[in-house]
């Protein structure tokens, strides 16, 4: 069973440091990855989609890397602000099973960026 | 272009009485989902569906009804509420699923209903 865990839980940063946020998975069968920012008491917004074979997105002042063969992922974000104050989630979409095509999710990191 | 809609933002329940959250897009997207969303146990996929008149379980299924009489709609109904079911739902879509167009596609969520059952 797919399983998607992301370490930290919570990270807080000075404004203006570049940082790495963390997402494995047990299985690389996958057809993408995607990073996902959700402010409190609000939906999901979609940061970056990796194809499973694609290496990595960039957009803006995101870069998402995903190796899939170690079952990892990063989201760096570079030069944060306290605007990328947020919980960061990553999810999975599994290329197997009776559900194919759904995304499996990690619990996310609350991420904390202090003036 | 309002993308992922959901209906009501809030609502409160009491035990055994039943409701329908609604969803809809107007992107044309083939796949929709609903997921809940809990502290600690985070996203968890209730009931999907791949194309009007096909609907299919997710990892939580029990005690919600869906039915996909349009592309555009989704509903997910509460058949009896119970405390437990008190969560957020998501409604999601994307344009299609790798297993039936061979690509994968972005998902995009709706904002949320914030569900308390009392």
């Known amino acids: 069973k797919q399983e998607v865990t992301q370490i930290p839980a919570a990270l807080s940063v000075p404004e203006g440091e570049n940082l790495v946020l963390n997402c494995s998975f047990t299985?690389?069968?996958?057809?993408?990855l995607q990073w996902f920012r959700q402010d409190p008491g609000k939906g999901l917004t979609s940061l970056l989609l990796?194809?499973?074979?694609?290496r990595e997105q960039t957009s803006g002042r995101l870069n998402a890397s995903l190796d899939k063969s170690s079952g990892r992922s990063t989201l760096y974000i570079a030069a944060s602000q306290p605007g990328d104050s947020a919980t960061y989630l990553c999810?999975?979409?599994?290329?197997?099973?009776?559900?194919?095509?759904?995304?499996?999710f990690g619990k996310g990191t609350k991420l904390s960026v202090k003036p | 272009n309002a993308g992922v809609t959901q209906t009501p933002k809030f609502q409160v329940l009491k035990t055994g009485q039943s409701m329908t959250l609604q969803c809809a897009q107007d992107?044309?997207?083939?796949?929709m989902s609903w997921y809940r969303q809990d502290p600690g146990m985070g996203l968890r996929l209730i009931h999907y569906?791949?194309?009007?008149?096909?609907?299919d379980q997710g990892e939580v299924p029990n005690g919600y009804n869906v039915s996909r009489s349009t592309t555009e709609d989704f509903p997910l109904r509460l058949l009896s509420a119970a405390p437990s079911q008190t969560s957020v739902y998501f409604c999601?879509?994307?344009?299609?699923?790798?297993?039936?167009?061979?690509?994968?596609?972005?998902?995009?969520f709706g904002p949320g209903t914030r569900l308390t059952v009392t």
């Open positions: 569906s791949v194309g009007a008149g096909i609907t």
């Open positions: 990796i194809q499973s074979s694609q």
């Open positions: 299985d690389s069968a996958i057809y993408n």
């Open positions: 999810a999975v979409r599994p290329n197997y099973g009776g559900s194919q095509g759904n995304l499996i």
């Open positions: 999601a879509s994307s344009y299609s699923t790798p297993a039936f167009r061979g690509i994968s596609y972005e998902q995009y």
């Open positions: 992107m044309n997207h083939e796949y």
